[in-house]
């Protein structure tokens, strides 16, 4: 099992940037593929992206290719989201997920979910 807890949101200026981290507890960091998703007030949860277990692969929705990067850190046991020009449609509350598969394709079947950061972009 492995816990996330997520840090990083805050508000900030469209056009700006923002680093989203998700530490996971345990050992087993390196066994998981990670994923970004985000949730906006009165919309569905939506995927952002994913990355595979050796950091070599990576995945991401239309709506951030180009803008966001992830990564992920073994020795911090942490996966990042770094988000550039960021637009006002970016607000949301991010959640990071873990799952020993990985699938680069848009889908929620994640095992483990964190309880998320708010994210807020002014225009």
């Known amino acids: 099992q492995v816990q996330l807890v997520e840090s990083g949101g805050g508000l900030v200026q469209a056009g700006g940037s923002l680093r989203l981290s998700c530490a996971a507890s345990?050992?087993?960091?390196?066994?998981?593929?990670m994923g970004w998703f985000r949730q906006a007030p009165g919309k569905e949860r939506e995927f952002v992206a994913t990355i595979n277990i050796s950091g070599g692969g990576t995945f991401y929705a239309d709506s951030v290719k180009g803008r966001f990067t992830i990564s992920r850190d073994y020795d911090a046991n942490t996966v990042y989201l770094q988000m550039n020009s960021l637009k006002p449609e970016d607000s949301a509350v991010y959640y990071c997920?873990?799952?020993?598969?990985?699938?680069?394709?848009?889908?929620?079947?994640?095992?483990?979910w964190g309880n998320g950061t708010l994210v807020t972009v002014s225009s």
């Open positions: 345990g050992r087993t960091f390196s066994r998981y593929a």
């Open positions: 997920a873990a799952d020993i598969y990985y699938r680069p394709v848009v889908t929620f079947d994640y095992a483990y």
